[in-house]
């Protein structure tokens, strides 16, 4: 970057205007360089946050244990079943399916479900939890990417 920066401080203006796109080439050619060392700093500098997550996660586990397995979201088939067990948070999607089922006639918009969980960091999750119900019939998946309850759940 010194190399740079030392080339644009010792210009000559003079000689530039004469013939700029000689300098414009070569300012290019020093880009196209510092894009790829960049690159690659990027790409180190992204395997790094993986490593300190994975320190991080083992510190974790070291400190308080490595976590139980979680439910499978079969066994928790109703919001009452798992709300009645205590032993854990009832799962993304029976809470969809309690938020939806509080206004069976409501169209919701996948924003908008997120939004109501406290999950809009997560929005793509529950899209995908929102979709999964939809295939399996538990909501309607309606035009222009509402959903709704499905009045008629499958046994």
Request: hydrophobic share 40%; proline share 6%.
């Amino acid at each position: 970057m010194g190399i740079v920066l030392e080339m644009i401080e010792t210009l000559d203006w003079p000689e530039l205007s004469g013939d700029p796109e000689k300098f414009l080439q070569a300012l290019d050619g020093r880009e196209a360089e510092l894009q790829q060392e960049l690159y690659k700093v990027r790409q180190v500098a992204r395997q790094v946050r993986q490593l300190l997550k994975v320190k991080d996660t083992l510190t974790s586990w070291h400190e308080s244990g490595i976590p139980e397995q979680r439910q499978a979201e079969n066994q928790a088939s109703r919001p009452e079943d798992s709300a009645a067990a205590g032993t854990q948070p009832p799962t993304r999607k029976v809470r969809i399916m309690t938020l939806l089922s509080q206004d069976p006639q409501r169209q919701w918009k996948v924003s908008d479900v997120a939004t109501a969980l406290d999950e809009v960091p997560k929005i793509k999750s529950v899209r995908v939890a929102m979709d999964e119900l939809a295939k399996a019939g538990s909501i309607a998946k309606l035009p222009n990417a509402f959903y709704k309850f499905a009045n008629s759940q499958p046994a």
